[in-house]
């Protein structure tokens, strides 16, 4: 396509900000995940929950088993992992993101650590999978992100263009879930055909559009143009979900139930790109804002506003938690199993 030395050198200077970027938020991953673990159970002793989980439920024995093998890959212990993982593929049972997806990108993270060819028998596996097809969209986004962070942007592009594909067939009978699924590989696609220097095409334009337009309308709860470092998302805790729903009809056509709210809240803060703060929304609140700035309460850029508000008077609540610290949500729970499951748990 005839690019300019400038604009190679632009392009290596953006994917090698990107690598910074990466490696930044791991090692502050790992940085939270120590800092808790001294206040939660260790990921050795979560492991041995798990399989204890396994073997008292016999109908979800390999998501348990995948889950333990992930905690005992975070615990060092590889060689107890390699087992659980085989043991979770042979049981065949159903697994959110698919066992062997879940196996062979631990093969591909470890590779001669584990075994000679445990590379092999990784790749392998997932051209199985990819052959076979399969309607779970975390396992074509788990594959595509490994490759990702290997820099292997051409295998991670072709895992998000079958998922796309796969996810477009199943769109027919679509309810708002499954629209969500499409924007999360969609979204995953640009960034990776980005990291290529693709052209942006139909895909990327829709995925943008429909990152904005949810961002604004589902949530109703993004800062506006004036503060764009500082992004919120609006939450309302569940005492207040239920006066607000009864007392706005927008917000009622936006979720049914709190346990939706929460998901869909929780999902666009994964999706956003920093900085994401959580507003706790309060009936009250909204009321006065809304009266003070002179709009009406039941539009949703009058709520994004409030968010934007709330995150500069900081009455805001900092996202992620540890995953063994409570839940974001106020459920009590601690978050790994609350907000910080899996999103189609
Ligand atoms: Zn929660």
């Known amino acids: 396509m005839g690019r300019s030395d400038a604009e190679r050198e632009e392009h290596a200077a953006l994917?090698?900000?990107?690598?910074?970027?990466?490696?930044?938020?791991?090692?502050?991953?790992?940085?939270?995940?120590?800092?808790?673990?001294?206040?939660?159970?260790?990921?050795?002793?979560?492991?041995?929950?798990?399989?204890?989980q396994a073997a008292d439920n016999p109908a979800e024995r390999a998501q348990y088993l995948t889950e333990a093998a992930g905690h005992w890959g975070m615990a060092d212990n590889l060689e107890r992992a390699l087992r659980l993982y085989r043991a979770a593929v042979a049981d065949g049972?159903?697994?959110?993101?698919?066992?062997?997806?879940?196996?062979?990108?631990?093969?591909?993270?470890?590779g001669t650590d584990l075994t000679d060819n445990?590379?092999?028998?990784?790749?392998?596996?997932?051209?199985?999978?990819?052959?076979?097809?399969?309607d779970d969209y975390v396992a074509y986004l788990t594959a595509a992100e490994m490759f990702e962070e290997r820099g292997e942007f051409d295998?991670?592009?072709?895992?998000?263009?079958?998922?796309l594909a796969r996810q477009v067939t199943l769109a027919d009978n679509a309810d708002s879930e499954s629209d969500l699924d499409l924007q999360e590989l969609a979204m995953t696609r640009s960034r990776i055909r980005d990291a290529l220097g693709l052209p942006e095409d139909s895909i990327d334009r829709a995925a943008e559009e429909g990152r904005q337009q949810w961002l604004d309308q589902v949530i109703g709860g993004r800062s506006g143009a004036a503060h764009p470092s500082v992004t919120s998302v609006l939450y309302w805790p569940e005492s207040e979900f239920a006066v607000a729903l009864?007392?706005?009809?927008?917000l009622r056509e936006q979720y049914e139930t709190h346990e939706e709210h929460q998901r869909l809240v929780e999902r666009a803060l994964r999706d956003l790109p920093s900085a994401a703060r959580?507003?706790?929304?309060?009936?009250?609140?909204?009321?006065?804002?809304?009266e003070f700035i002179g709009e009406d309460p039941d539009l949703a850029h009058t709520r994004a506003e409030y968010a934007a508000e709330l995150a500069e008077t900081g009455n805001v609540v900092v996202w992620p938690p540890g995953r063994n610290e409570p839940c974001w949500?106020?459920?009590?729970?601690?978050?790994?199993?609350?907000?910080?499951?899996?999103?189609?748990?």
């Open 278 to 290: 959580i507003a706790v929304a309060t009936v009250a609140g909204l009321i006065d804002y809304a």
């Open 155 to 163: 295998e991670a592009l072709r895992w998000l263009d079958a998922g």
């Open 329 to 345: 949500c106020g459920s009590g729970r601690k978050y790994k199993k609350c907000c910080g499951r899996p999103l189609n748990d």
């Open 246 to 250: 009864k007392r706005w009809p927008t």
């Open 93 to 110: 049972g159903p697994v959110v993101g698919d066992a062997r997806v879940w196996y062979a990108t631990f093969l591909l993270d470890h």
């Open 15 to 52: 994917l090698a900000e990107r690598a910074r970027l990466l490696a930044e938020r791991d090692r502050l991953r790992d940085e939270l995940a120590d800092r808790f673990d001294d206040f939660g159970d260790s990921p050795e002793e979560i492991a041995r929950q798990l399989e204890q």
């Open 118 to 134: 445990a590379e092999q028998t990784g790749l392998a596996l997932l051209e199985t999978v990819l052959a076979e097809g399969t």
